[in-house]
């Protein structure tokens, strides 16, 4: 059965950090691409960043670039998302998401709000 399971969030002032995870359960992260996503209130769901399947590779969004980082633990089986310097319109519900030969599954979310 497959999950994703995102821990991390919480509230963190401006220009604070915060690390993501996501950890997999029924299949393995080094053998797909694994992305990461936020959704704010009354927002379209925005890409972040992606990690191919063997990491050498690393993709994110212009809104994130040189601030956030993706990568991955293979023997946790978990991909994480380093944020810094993070700002108020950072505030969202992150999620990440894999897709599969079966189709798209996506975590539960964790909320991530940034205000002082």
């Known amino acids: 059965q497959v999950q994703l399971v995102e821990s991390g969030g919480g509230l963190v002032q401006p220009g604070g950090s915060l690390r993501l995870s996501c950890a997999a359960s029924?299949?393995?992260?080094?053998?797909?691409?694994m992305k990461w996503y936020r959704q704010a209130p009354g927002n379209e769901r925005e890409f972040l960043a992606w990690i191919s399947s063997n990491g050498a590779f690393t993709n994110y969004a212009d809104s994130v670039k040189g601030r956030f980082t993706i990568s991955r633990d293979n023997v946790k089986n978990t991909v994480y998302l380093q944020m810094n310097k993070l700002k108020p319109e950072d505030t969202a519900i992150y999620y990440c998401?894999?897709?599969?030969?079966?189709?798209?599954?996506w975590g539960q979310g964790t909320q991530v709000t940034v205000s002082s």
């Open positions: 029924g299949f393995t992260v080094t053998s797909y691409v």
């Open positions: 998401n894999v897709v599969l030969g079966d189709g798209q599954y």
